[in-house]
């Protein structure tokens, strides 16, 4: 080997060795930042805990706006060749809290609203308006004496109808008094064994109001840039059973950028009510005298994603 040869060589060694260094440096300086970052974090978290258990008033929201615009000239592989498309969703999960020593007064807000159209240019006697399909809405007021640090004497209203579509036909409210359960911070079980379930709607042959139990666990909760509720709201009627129902929604937002993030949504429902009385606008086989004892109750079930933003 020429000496031409042997000193490139020992240069592109060189070279090699040093940009090894370098970049084993670079990944202990990284490891040792991310170490005092999570130390950072963990930190500002305990803190946030000590403020959170503070008395006072604790307000905070979250929600997820999800939606999509389509539009197609002449796309003759699909049915409708002509079209335009779209839908929009957006879900607000709101909580306004006053916690004090000996007493407290909790405030929810829980809105789930999607509107979906698809217009089909070759026809004019389609409907080429976004039209509601998810549409939820529940707000609810607990208020509590402490009789111990985790147990305390309630009273609650909660409030659930729809808002784009048959506004309180039905809606629903729920005003009883019994005890408020509190095992762990963020977390809520509401036993009201005296409530008073009462029923709005056009068709009173198929709503009624009644006396039952009414039980709610709540948990809200953020941790880092995870936001997340899920909330479980049942009524046992004393009456009848087809007369109960239960609601179960949770949220759930994890956060990107600053304030953006993205958001999952989902709910489920039992309301025989609510079967029976779609089973008579539908005339789905229900017959000329339909009764709770012939409708079938399936799950209700919905769920939205997107993009969420944190107020």
């Known amino acids: 080997m020429n000496k031409k040869s042997l000193l490139a060589a020992f240069f592109m060694f060189a070279i090699t060795f040093s940009f ?19 130390a950072a974090q963990a930190e500002a978290d305990a803190l946030q805990s000590q403020i959170d258990a503070l008395p006072g008033w604790k307000i905070g929201a979250f929600g997820t706006i999800g939606g999509n615009l389509s539009n197609f000239n ?25 916690i004090e020593e000996k007493h407290f007064w909790r ?13 089909d240019k070759d026809t004019d006697f389609d409907d080429d308006d976004f039209n509601p399909t998810t ?14 640090k985790k147990l305390a004497v309630s009273t609650l209203m909660e409030y659930r109808t729809t808002l784009l579509d048959n506004f309180n036909d039905p809606g629903y409210l729920d005003v009883g008094v019994g ?35 009414k039980i709610v666990a709540d948990y809200t909760r953020q941790i880092g840039a995870v936001n997340f509720k899920s909330n479980l709201s049942a009524f046992q ?24 993030g993205v958001g999952f949504d989902f709910g489920l429902r039992s309301n025989k009510q609510e079967a029976l009385n779609y089973g008579l606008a539908t005339f789905d086989g ?26």
């Open 135 to 148: 549409d939820v809405f529940s707000i609810s007021s607990l208020y509590g004496r402490n009789i111990t």
């Open 237 to 260: 009627s004393y009456k009848s059973g087809d007369l109960s129902n239960w609601t179960w929604t949770n949220s759930f937002g994890y956060t990107l950028w600053k304030m953006i």
């Open 107 to 119: 405030n929810s807000l829980t809105a789930n609203l999607n509107w979906v159209k698809l217009d």
């Open 179 to 213: 005890f408020t359960w509190l095992p762990i911070q963020d977390l809520i079980v509401v036993v009201h064994p005296l409530n008073y379930n009462f029923v709005f709607a056009d068709n009173d042959n198929v709503f009624e109001s009644s006396l039952g139990a």
């Open 20 to 38: 090894s260094q370098t970049k084993e440096e670079l990944e202990t300086q990284k490891s040792e930042k991310q170490a005092m970052a999570d």
């Open 286 to 311: 229900m017959g000329d005298t339909p009764d709770f004892d012939n409708v079938d109750n399936d799950l209700q079930t919905y769920w939205t994603i997107g993009l969420s933003y944190k107020f």
């Open 74 to 98: 002449n796309w003759y592989s699909q049915g409708t060749p002509n079209n335009s498309s779209g839908s929009i969703g957006i879900t607000v999960n709101g909580y306004a809290n006053l």
